[in-house]
């Protein structure tokens, strides 16, 4: 009996094992899976947290990064992760050939020479402060043309101090790399070109006013000076309006600039202005003796220059001109003082062939030269006439009506094949004719051609 | 040269900017602004304080005041301040950071602790536990966050100063067990660095690992954190667990004295700092979960602060700079017991 319930007791433990069995293995998997489930969940959800943080690293590590750049535009530059310290390399390489045609009576020799040969380093070093620095190696020679410290403190005030170019030319504003003509025009003779000093400027509506007043050592015209030989200061100033910011006078821009001072050389160093052709040859100067330098002509007294100046760019076409007064006393040994006014103007046009926005700076092309994508470039003509007249009462007291041309006038047509931002080639014709010069008359016209190849970043 | 100065013509002019500037000097002094360079978790503190300092102070003096704030890893703020981060004023995690800015950036003096009451630290807080809504891995202190399968969120010493107080109470509280020395501590904190699998960069990057990603089973967190997280984060998510011993973190508070008289703005620094001592200072830090050191305010808030057996940096570790040289400076014990990716 005892045997029997002994077997029972057992077969009911075993079926109820049999039984249960699965729900407790099916419950025990459950509960495995749950866990597993959780666990991989944490696992996926770490992993996108790690994600996230070490996005936030790589941000904040980019925001203290120095990042280093190189483009046609901006040239080299390294600048600091807060863009308050930047040093920036930039260069001007330009390779010419002049040519003069018909040249027997005043023979110039044609020649390929470096035009300018410019490295120019720039930095900003803190919120405010910006720095440039440009010499010239063309020519074989070496001059400094631009040391200056900006202070920006907003764009409505800003002081420069240094060497610069004074705002009075329009196209002496220009920078050499966008001028559209391989040598500026005649009216460019009355205006300065690199004095040292300080000025205030100002920005105000996002360019639609600017002024710029400085004084500076007073250098003559065309000059390019480095120090003052007199206690005198010249005072230049500059106002620009571009009334309209968009539509088809959006890039209209009038203006006028104007300088005054004192200027009193010797005749040993007569602190005057000789002129040059388009060709760059000299066309006028004032008398000098080798012989007698006693006799030389030299400044004595006011130096003035007003400049009434407009520009209008609208689409491919682009026109700007000029009018310049120079007005100069100037003596010489056994005579009165005499305040001459030479005048000058010009007046440029340009149109793109192909297509591009004409601007005061040089243009990118909408496609750079690539003859195995077959694009060209951009294409560039030009034209411009130009005049300077000298004062009647210089002749023949302070310049010899016999050497001397009264008045030049030129016309010039061009071309300028954009390959790419930085690439320019640039090839022109200049037609010069000059009002006497000569014992017979007239001095001989020249007839100048240049080719440049440009490069600039 | 001679220069010839038409006096008689700018007298007029001299004399009407004059008035003008007489004029100004009578009406309300200029606006003026204030940057407050703190730590991670006082974003909603500052918020709110400033307010008030700003409204006590245009009552008090006429002049408007406008307070930004900065917040990060309070190592991290400290350094940014060094580089450069002109801050006016610092609320920093802890003294060795403010230090760093006397020492390293010369910004302000050795002695800017005794400058203010308290060791120029309003008020305290210290280290919790907080763990998830029925605290599913039975976790009631320090040594369970060591064990297997605890997965524990904490930020990164090395960046946080919040993380520091972390670790140190870790280290306390070996310290303290039975047969506790340097080198049981150092085991136990190894083994509970190793159940670490995400070191944010801040005390509220950790926060929002654990409670907005959901991450971990337990968070090392600011005691203020913990009840922000339980008050305003997640209703009824989270517990905090009150651990047998943890330590008394006390952040301190600085003007930057160099900036702030580059910027013209000594007084009313110093007004904002002094203002936090104040009853209105210190109900405000009350209401974020930071202890008060005013009795009065202490006591009508006490019941909103667990009760626990807290040492400081000075008894157990002999100062925060010689804290930082053994257990955070780089190649301490920190770097020898945390190995990212091992």
């Known amino acids: 009996m005892r045997g029997v319930r002994y077997w029972t007791s057992s077969l009911i433990v075993m079926a109820g094992i ?30 996108q947290r790690l994600r996230e943080l070490a996005a936030d690293s790589a941000a904040a590590a980019a925001k203290d990064k120095v990042s280093a750049t190189a483009s046609s535009k901006d040239g080299f530059s390294i600048k600091s992760a807060d863009g308050k310290f930047a040093v920036r390399l930039k260069g001007l390489v330009q390779a010419d050939g002049r040519f003069y045609l018909s040249d027997s009576a005043v023979p110039v020799t044609n020649t390929f020479f470096i035009r300018r040969a410019r490295p120019i380093l720039e930095a ?16 074989g020679t070496t001059v400094l043309f631009d040391a200056y410290a900006d202070v920006k403190i907003a764009p409505a005030f800003a002081l420069r101090a240094g060497k610069f170019k004074p705002a009075v030319d329009l196209e002496r504003y220009q920078s050499a790399s966008d001028i559209v003509f391989a040598e500026r025009a005649l009216a ?34 065309l000059g390019n000076g480095d120090g003052d030989v007199s206690d005198a200061k010249d005072f230049a100033g500059r106002v620009f309006f571009q009334p309209f910011k968009t539509g088809t006078l959006g890039g209209l821009g009038v203006g006028v600039a104007g300088t005054t001072g004192l200027e009193r050389g010797t005749a040993a160093a ?14 006028f100067r004032y008398g000098s003796s080798t012989t007698t330098p006693a006799n030389n002509v ?35 040994a056994g005579a009165a003082t005499v305040k001459l006014k030479h005048t000058a103007w010009q007046t440029t046009g340009s149109f793109f062939l192909t297509g591009e926005k004409n601007s005061f700076k040089s243009a990118a092309p909408k496609k750079a030269f690539d003859p195995k994508a077959g694009t060209f470039g951009a294409l560039e003509l030009a034209a411009r006439y130009s005049e300077l007249s000298i004062d009647d009462a210089t002749f023949p007291t302070f310049a010899s009506a016999a050497s001397t041309p009264s008045k030049a006038k030129a016309w010039a047509v061009g071309v300028n094949w954009y390959l790419a931002r930085a690439i320019k080639v640039v090839v022109d014709y200049e037609h010069a004719t000059f009002t006497g010069g000569t014992v017979a008359g007239d001095r001989e016209a020249e007839n100048f051609v240049v080719t440049r190849v440009q490069h600039s970043f | 040269m001679r220069t010839r100065l038409t006096l008689t013509g700018s007298l007029p002019l001299v004399a009407l900017m004059a008035g003008a500037g007489v004029a100004m000097a009578q009406g309300s002094p200029k606006p003026v602004t204030l940057l407050n360079v703190s730590y991670d978790p ?25 307070i930004r704030q900065s917040h990060g890893g309070s190592g991290k703020q400290a350094r940014s301040v060094i580089d450069g981060l002109e801050a006016d004023v ?4 802890l003294a060795y950071d403010i230090d760093q800015i006397a020492e390293k950036g010369g910004l302000l003096p050795a002695n800017w602790q005794s400058r203010l009451p308290n060791n120029s630290s309003p008020y305290t807080s210290t280290i919790v536990l907080l763990v998830r809504k029925g605290n599913p891995k039975g976790i009631k202190d320090w040594g369970d966050l060591a064990k297997s399968g605890v997965s ?17 109470a870790a280290w306390a509280w070996a310290l303290r067990q039975p047969g506790g020395n340097e080198a049981t501590a150092r085991e136990f904190v190894t083994r509970l660095y190793k159940n670490v699998p995400v070191l944010d960069a801040g005390a509220r990057g950790a926060t929002t690992t654990f409670v907005e990603r959901g991450i971990g089973d337990v968070l090392i967190a600011w005691e203020n954190e913990a009840l922000l997280a339980i008050k305003e984060l997640g209703q009824g998510k989270f517990e905090i667990v009150a651990p047998s011993v943890s330590i008394l973190a006390e952040p301190p508070v600085a003007v930057v004295d160099k900036i702030a008289g580059k910027h013209g703005t000594k007084a009313v620094a110093q007004a904002y700092l002094e203002y936090l001592y104040t009853e209105t200072g210190q109900e405000i830090a009350a209401r974020h979960f930071y202890r008060p050191r005013l009795a009065s305010v202490a006591a009508k808030y006490d019941a909103q602060f667990p009760k626990l057996r807290l040492v400081t940096v000075d008894e157990v570790f002999g100062g925060w700079r010689k804290a930082h040289a053994t257990h955070f400076a780089d190649g301490a014990l920190f770097d020898q017991i945390y190995q990212p990716g091992r």
Do not use: M
């Not at chain 1, 007569?270 to 002129?275: E, K, Q």
């Not at chain 2, 090395?158 to 140190?168: F, M, V």
């Open chain 1, 124 to 139: 900003t070093v803190g919120k405010y402060l910006e720095f440039r620095v440009q010499p010239d190696f063309g020519q």
């Open chain 2, 90 to 93: 610092v609320t920093l995690a």
């Open chain 1, 270 to 283: 007569p602190a005057l202005a000789s002129y040059r052709t388009p060709g760059q040859q000299t066309w």
């Open chain 2, 152 to 168: 524990v969120v904490t930020p990164n010493p090395k960046t946080s100063g919040g993380a520091r107080w972390n670790y140190l």
């Open chain 2, 42 to 66: 006082t974003r909603e503190l500052y918020e709110d304080f400033n307010q008030q300092f700003a409204t006590y102070w245009k009552g008090k003096t006429g002049q408007e005041v406008t």
């Open chain 1, 298 to 332: 030299f400044a004595d007294g006011r130096r003035a220059r007003l400049a009434p100046q407009a520009y209008l760019y609208t689409g491919p076409l682009g026109l700007h001109a000029e009018y310049i007064q120079s007005w100069q006393a100037v003596s010489r």
């Open chain 1, 18 to 47: 049999v039984a249960w069995a699965p729900q407790i293995v099916a419950q025990q998997d459950s509960t495995s899976l749950e866990a597993r489930v959780n666990e991989l969940d944490q696992q996926v959800r770490i992993l």
């Open chain 1, 188 to 221: 460019t003779n009355l205006a300065p070109n690199r004095d040292v000093g300080l000025q205030l400027s100002g920005d105000l509506g996002s360019g639609a006013f600017t002024w710029q007043a400085g004084v500076f050592n007073g250098v003559p015209d």
